[in-house]
């Protein structure tokens, strides 16, 4: 058979080459393994979540129809309206925070100043960290008696930082920004390197300062690293487990028992997968829906080049 | 003989797309053949435990089985705090163990429900030792609906008053005896500006032992086997309302400071407080002794107190009532094929082997013959206090969260949080604990 086809492509050797791409692209078979893995560990689970949470399921025994009765439950549930708010105000907050700050230490890092290789090295240490790591770090940071509140009363007043629902998500919001801020100032230096160098220099030949300049080339070059970075806050927020798991166990009381944080306790605390299912169906939907709303709203769809006209 | 290319092509293709599909049904074979090993082959019986330190015993007396018989145990471990969930999964399944270890009480509770465990009252007809060598107290935590699931196989863990004898000697104060002293020991300790009790509220369970034990003293341990039962009106009760107002009382009194919410125990906060003498008092199972024996050893060895919880003048409950963990169990799957095997293992559970092993490693069993061997433990003295004290109750209550089962133990925690933060008060407590699942 080898020697078959290599006759046959001998022979045609011309042609090939002008068709080219048709020999050495690979077929659809080269793909089937990560479609399969992907229906096998994306869609197929997807489909069994949403039909779950038509059930009743303790884990134990077979799993039976109930209905619609996790949807009701879940719609007069207190605790999951406010999971949500609680979500998108911990994700708002993400971006406000962490945004300002990663681009102007992405930028400053994407300069030739001394020294910036070191820091930049430093700045970027969280990020070799696992969530549970940095979070285990920071509850004892914060500990009101042995940790930083205890020695600054002045600044903690009684440092019951985790008892209340403001300190509570200050806190989280706080270590998200610790947390992530290094991967977006990494991006945002990806993106400020890129800006070409004679949009500055024109800049600077008509007696732009560096504020200008920033202003006014830079920040409007970053736009769609901006869109990758918020798109990656708003899905990164709207899943905030593991901070809220190891610093406040969704407490005091429920108070910041975010949306995943809900779905794993009915989920897997209380045996209750089919309420767990449908909180979950209910977070792929608004994730989904915010995603599509960030990309419509910021022409990210577009993919317009911020290099047009250079 | 452009067709014949096509062909060739084609069926190269089809070769390339055989060998891929050929190798994904092997990969997906090989992670299907991954889960079906393991389950009850003839001739083994597997046992399933909590995996951590105390492994060693397990696997011990696993080994002393296996010399003398015929059917083989195995011993499997599930590491980590994973335990019940991964038990969950598999108890119905081919995976699922002969017989396996759990906390009694509720997390045997729904199983028993579902009729997956095999009642023990029959092996316990023929062996009456397999009943009568425990402490009764203890072994009443595995009874679900009058028949008996479970066999005592680690240590119990009472809960107790700890106290820093530096700091109530520095005071001029005393263990307290009654609720009246625990209060003016609080208010004294405040004046000196400590914090009188050290409380790890950020892990809410710690918060809720001082539920346990003055609802037992207030009440008798009848007022939460009651409203576990179902009966929801024992919450709402005048004795349920008065340990309610007592620990409203207490919280009032700034027992416990004003930052609980942000110490945890399980991160060392709160033995930390009670170490280095910035609370005099810790409400906390009897791992505190080894807690601390590990993080502050000077403090364990030479000021750390322990006494038995006060006792509240005018209440029904026993002051000799004790709380906590009361031991953990083996449990057998009703589906076990070697039943007679099964009784023989749960049989070393009372062996002086089993008890010299457990008390070596800082356990302390509940059978009858533990106080023969007391003396070998790590720590006599505190081994003593907490086997007398256990063996003493009239009642042992299981903590809540265990009793109850799973499904109810985030509710729980959460009423407790509120109630101690001052969000709920003693009706919101009620309502909430009215509202939990007990089935």
Known sequence: ?310 | MGSLRVTVHNSATRNRFAAVAATTALLLGLTAACGSSGGSNSGTIHVLVYGDAANKVEKQIVDTFNKTSKVKAVLDTIPGADYQQKLNTIINTPQAPDIFFNWGGGSIAPFAKKNLLLPLDDMIAKDPGLKSNFLPSVFNTAVVDGKSYGVPMRGTQPVLLFNNKKVLASTGLNIPRTWDDLINDVKALKAKGLTPIALGGGDQWPSLMWFEYVFDRVAGPDLFQKALAGDKSAWASPDSQKALGMLKQLIDAGAFGSHFDSVKFTDGGSPALLAKGKAAFELMGSWEYSTQQSNNPDFAKNDLGYSAFPTVSGGKGDPKDVVGNTNNFYSVVKKTRHPDAVAAFLRLMYSDEFVKAQLGIGNLPTTTNTANFLSTSASPDYSRFQFDLVKAAPSFQLSWDQAYPPAAATPLHTAVQKFFDGKSDANGFIQAMQSLSNS
């Open chain 1, 1 to 310: 058979m080898s020697s078959l086809s290599l006759a046959a492509v001998s022979g045609r050797r011309p042609k090939e080459r002008r068709a080219g791409i048709g020999v050495t692209r690979p077929g659809f078979a080269w793909a089937i393994p990560a479609t399969l893995f992907f229906l096998l560990f994306a869609i197929l689970p997807l489909v069994l979540v949403a039909v779950l949470s038509f059930t009743n399921w303790d884990g134990v025994t077979a799993p039976h129809f109930n209905g619609l009765a996790n949807w009701t439950k879940l719609i007069h549930d207190p605790v999951m309206t406010q999971s949500i708010w609680l979500t998108l105000v911990l994700t708002v907050l993400g971006i406000v925070t962490q945004t300002p700050v990663s681009i102007l230490l992405g930028v400053w890092a994407a300069g030739p100043q001394r020294n910036r290789a070191v820091l930049s090295a430093i700045f970027f240490v969280p990020l070799l960290l696992s969530a549970t790591a940095v979070s285990v770090l920071w509850r004892a940071l914060l500990d009101p008696n042995f940790g930083i509140p205890g020695q600054l009363p002045s600044l903690f007043g009684n440092g019951n930082l985790l008892g209340s629902q403001a300190g509570s998500i200050a806190v989280l919001t706080f270590v998200g920004m610790w947390q992530f801020t290094p991967l977006h100032a990494l991006l945002y230096q990806g993106g400020a390197r890129a800006v070409p160098q004679v949009l500055y220099q024109a800049a600077a030949i008509d007696g732009a300062g560096t504020v200008r300049q920033f202003f006014h080339i830079t920040l409007p070059q970053l736009r769609n690293t901006m869109i990758t970075s918020m798109i990656l806050m708003v899905v990164g927020g709207l899943t905030t487990f593991d901070t809220v798991l190891i610093l406040t166990q969704g407490g005091p009381g429920t108070d910041t028992t975010v949306s995943a944080y809900y779905m794993y306790e009915q989920g897997f605390k209380e045996f209750d997968f089919g309420a767990g299912s449908a909180i979950a169906l209910l977070l792929v939907v608004v994730a989904t829906l915010i995603s599509l709303a960030v990309v419509r709203l910021s022409g990210y769809d577009k993919m317009r080049s911020t290099a047009e006209g250079i």
